[in-house]
């Protein structure tokens, strides 16, 4: 009787991690992309770059695309026409393990259904590296969840539980989860939203820090005063597509962002270090 080989299932290949980027390289961009949801084209041929070593902005007003952009950028949602190339390849090229080593995404809000203590949610933020090729013995996790946590100030209350913080630690808490995940390309979707003064500047210069340690950072930002203050480049959208893209004393000039927000804006060079002041002009 002739014995059947039973053919070797292929070894589970394990992810590698990206290499590290030279200053400048583009990490991820879209070209002409266009992106529908539902019946409504929300982006309309945008083209935008995130760079290694610079921190990316986008502003605009309600419902200009700005989110759904970051969502595009991360190969979250795909494109009607156009493209999204993240590491120099299609965004839809890439498997999930992979571009979870390559980009972290903060989402706008956070909800956990369990009672995960702060420390337990941050070390989320690690889970892509548990299989992924030269991953060693757990040192890393460690030394990486505690400078998030260091770093955005939430060490102080890593045993309490997630669901016991108010609005503003727990956008600190997920931003320590994205930072310990420690991809070079980071897509915040307004991570100031929920927070103080001192939290919003915290967080600004944390995205300076990544940005200086050869990151791309793209950030949503509604304070125009923050991106003006700690954005290399700003991308000012409107409608679905870039109104305008630079640095930001080329772009957030007080005649544009009247014509954008629809509001009567000024904008004043800070007397101390030149950069925008920026305010709706007001009569009282």
């Known amino acids: ?15 590698a991690p990206p290499g590290p980027a030279a200053p400048g390289d583009v990490l991820a961009e879209a070209a002409g992309l266009r992106v529908r949801l539902g019946a409504r084209e929300v982006l309309r041929g945008v083209d935008v770059g995130a760079r290694a070593g610079e921190v990316l902005a986008l502003v605009g007003p309600n419902g200009a695309g700005k989110s759904t952009l970051l969502a595009a950028l991360a190969g979250d949602i795909g494109a009607a026409g156009g493209a999204v190339r993240i590491h120099g390849r299609p965004a839809a090229d890439w498997t999930a393990p992979e571009l979870a080593l390559r980009r972290s995404v903060l989402p706008q809000s956070a909800a956990l259904s369990f009672p995960f203590t702060v420390e337990e949610v941050v070390r989320m933020g690690r889970a892509p590296w548990a299989h992924a090729a030269g991953a060693d013995d757990g040192t890393d996790d460690d030394d990486a969840v505690a400078e998030a946590m260091a770093a955005t100030e939430v060490t102080e209350f890593a045993g309490r539980p997630f669901s016991a913080l108010s609005g503003g630690e727990r956008a600190r808490v997920a931003l320590a989860r994205v930072l310990a995940q420690r991809a070079p390309l980071l897509l915040l979707d307004e991570p100031t939203a929920a927070l103080d003064l001192r939290h919003q500047e915290l967080v600004l210069r944390v995205c300076r820090a990544r940005a200086h340690a050869g990151d791309a950072v793209v950030v949503v930002l509604h304070d125009l005063g923050l991106a003006g203050a700690y954005a290399h480049r700003v991308a000012i959208l409107c409608a679905g597509r870039v109104a305008a893209e630079g640095p930001p004393a080329e772009v957030l000039t007080g005649e ?29």
């Open 1 to 15: 009787m002739k014995l059947l080989r039973v053919p070797r299932l292929p070894r589970t290949v394990r992810p």
């Open 256 to 284: 544009l962002l009247s014509e954008v927000y629809r509001q009567p804006v000024e904008v004043f060079p800070h007397p101390r270090t030149g950069a925008a002041v920026i305010s709706p002009r007001r009569d009282v």
